[in-house]
Every structure is written in C-alpha cells, then in structure tokens.
C-alpha cells in the first residue's frame, strides 16, 4: 500500500489567489478538485476544503472516511506560481469515530487500502501526471 505521492504535472494549475485561503505559496486547490471528481467517479463521497498547508480531500464510502492532503512541495517565493510545481498528496487517516467502534464498522485498514489503490490508480493512469520519487 502506498500512501504518499510526489508528482509533476502539465495541467494541474496555481489558481490566482488560492494562497489567500492557505497561507503564502501554499497551493494544491486544482489538484483538489481534480481528485474530487475523479474519487466520485469512482463511487467516493467527497468534499475539499483549505488548511494552512494546503488542501484537504475527505473521502466517504459507508461510514468511513479518510482524508487525502493535496499540496505543492515548498516554494521559496512567488516564482513557483510560473514555475515547475512538484505536486505531494499522501493519505491521512484519524481515529474511528465512537458509533462506529459501537457497531463494528471500524474497518478502517482495508479501506485505507482501498482508498490507496485507488488514488494510485488515478495517478498512475492520468496522462497529466508524472510520478517521481520523494523529492
């Protein structure tokens, strides 16, 4: 299971302004949305929203729910806005919630697995996207 992705793009995009609802230079709000659409096509539940450090997928199926953080690797200044991005998204995972440890729907491993597959197959498979190792 891989859980941590480092990756070049030719189509994902700083959007004008984004880094006003993370902090400077911190973007990822294109690879959100992408991920967004691409997870639903494949029968995900999900939303996005901004963090300090970037954006956050939450990504539902049942009653689980993991949670994949989409950013650019550090920039030293406005320069990465018209220069080569490298991409990061890993999964993040929390603690089960108490109703679901009440009624045994804590299968939480197998769907992390799940959501790894599955994210690495959109990657994998998007023409856009250029896997790389850790920078």
Known sequence: MKSSFWF????LKVIPGEDEETNPYRFGKSLAEWLVDSLRGKGFE????????GWEVACCKDTHKVFIACG???ADGPEVQYGDIIWHCFIETRKASIMAKLFKK?????????????????LETADHIYLMGEP
């Open 106 to 122: 804590n299968d939480q491993p197998s769907y992390i697995i799940e959501v790894s597959d599955v994210l690495s197959e959109i």
């Open 72 to 74: 650019n690797v550090d």
């Open 8 to 11: 070049k793009s030719t189509w």
């Open 46 to 53: 999900t939303s996005f929203y901004p963090e300090d450090w």
